[in-house]
């Protein structure tokens, strides 16, 4: 792998970790339309450490209360828990669908979930959901509204991201907005969402990639930092965007974008 690679490939998973147009399905795709070998599921999940990186320093007042909250539970029942625990144990509960389903799944996500049909096939068929959703959706409900039973729904919906072009934050979104939640707010919910998602896959695949003749631990290093920085900005600009605008623009993205991956394919430019 080439420095231009690395950043390249870091640029594309800051961008579209946190923006709802899957960051595996890019980084399946970009490598494929310039003619690079594919980066692997292993690599493509030690790049969003840079991303987790960036969600734990933007959110870091936002984690810390909820850990400090979750203490004081533990450690004082003389009053009810805080929001900010309640929010961690929410956390906690949503990311048990996509722990298990990843274990049982793991040979399909590194082989055949990565095949481009399966790539454009999910960028159409959420990207639409996500314009059903919406369209018909009120948008209403707060952050602080969030209960159990939402964070079960949205972390359910989480699993269905494993789909290289569902979007793990596309599928939280979309949940979230389903159940009446405003915009902005089901964003902020799907990012705090994804800590522990994507820390596990990157501890899970770590190991494996530090360890792989083929990749530079400089290249690596230098992809995490780009990733970094871009998802940092990239979290800034969609909860800004989100408070006046609607996700259209995202779902014309994937329908486009789904279809031009069919028609590479069948023109022989992709394999």
């Not at 792998?1 to 970790?17: D, H, K, R, S």
């Not at 909250?69 to 009053?79: L, M, P």
């Given at each position: 792998?080439?420095?231009l690679?690395?950043?390249?490939?870091?640029?594309?998973?800051?961008?579209?970790?946190?923006?709802?147009v899957?960051?595996s399905?890019?980084?399946?795709?970009?490598?494929?339309?310039?003619?690079?070998e594919?980066?692997?599921?292993?690599?493509?999940?030690v790049?969003?450490?840079g991303?987790?990186?960036?969600?734990?320093?933007?959110?870091?007042?936002?984690?810390?209360?909820?850990?400090?909250g979750a203490?004081?539970?533990v450690?004082?029942?003389?009053?009810?828990?805080t929001?900010a625990?309640?929010?961690l144990?929410?956390i906690?509960?949503g990311?048990?669908?996509?722990?298990?389903?990843?274990?049982?799944?793991?040979?399909r996500?590194e082989?055949?979930f990565?095949s481009?049909y399966?790539?454009?096939?999910?960028?159409i068929f959420?990207?639409?959901?996500?314009?059903?959703?919406?369209?018909?959706?009120?948008?209403?409900?707060t952050?602080?509204?969030?209960?159990?039973r939402?964070?079960?729904v949205?972390?359910t919906?989480?699993?269905?991201?494993?789909?290289?072009?569902?979007?793990?934050?596309?599928?939280?979104i979309?949940?979230?907005m389903?159940?009446?939640?405003?915009?902005a707010?089901?964003a902020?919910?799907?990012f705090?969402?994804s800590?522990?998602?994507?820390?596990?896959?990157?501890?899970?695949?770590?190991?494996?990639?530090?360890?792989?003749?083929?990749?530079?631990h400089?290249?690596?290093?230098l992809?995490?930092?780009?990733?970094?920085?871009?998802s940092?900005?990239?979290?800034?600009?969609?909860?800004?965007f989100?408070?006046?605008?609607t996700t259209?623009?995202?779902?014309?993205?994937?329908?486009?974008?789904?279809?031009?991956?069919?028609a590479?394919?069948a023109?022989?430019?992709?394999?």
């Amino acid at each position: 792998m080439t420095a231009l690679e690395a950043v390249i490939l870091g640029i594309v998973q800051g961008l579209t970790e946190f923006l709802p147009v899957s960051s595996s399905a890019h980084l399946r795709i970009v490598p494929a339309l310039l003619g690079w070998e594919d980066p692997g599921a292993a690599f493509t999940a030690v790049l969003q450490l840079g991303s987790l990186v960036a969600v734990v320093g933007y959110f870091f007042k936002d984690l810390f209360g909820m850990a400090k909250g979750a203490w004081t539970a533990v450690t004082d029942r003389s009053s009810p828990p805080t929001p900010a625990a309640r929010h961690l144990l929410y956390i906690v509960i949503g990311t048990i669908p996509v722990a298990i389903l990843g274990t049982l799944l793991k040979h399909r996500i590194e082989g055949s979930f990565r095949s481009l049909y399966v790539v454009a096939g999910a960028q159409i068929f959420f990207g639409l959901l996500l314009g059903v959703v919406e369209k018909l959706s009120r948008k209403t409900r707060t952050f602080d509204e969030i209960t159990l039973r939402d964070a079960t729904v949205i972390g359910t919906a989480q699993a269905l991201a494993l789909v290289p072009g569902a979007s793990r934050s596309g599928v939280t979104i979309f949940a979230a907005m389903g159940l009446g939640f405003e915009r902005a707010a089901a964003a902020r919910f799907s990012f705090l969402l994804s800590v522990p998602a994507v820390a596990g896959a990157c501890l899970k695949e770590l190991k494996e990639v530090l360890h792989a003749k083929d990749v530079s631990h400089g290249m690596l290093a230098l992809g995490l930092a780009v990733t970094v920085v871009v998802s940092y900005a990239s979290i800034a600009w969609l909860l800004k965007f989100l408070r006046t605008r609607t996700t259209m623009p995202f779902v014309v993205y994937r329908v486009a974008l789904g279809v031009l991956i069919f028609a590479l394919l069948a023109a022989g430019q992709l394999h």
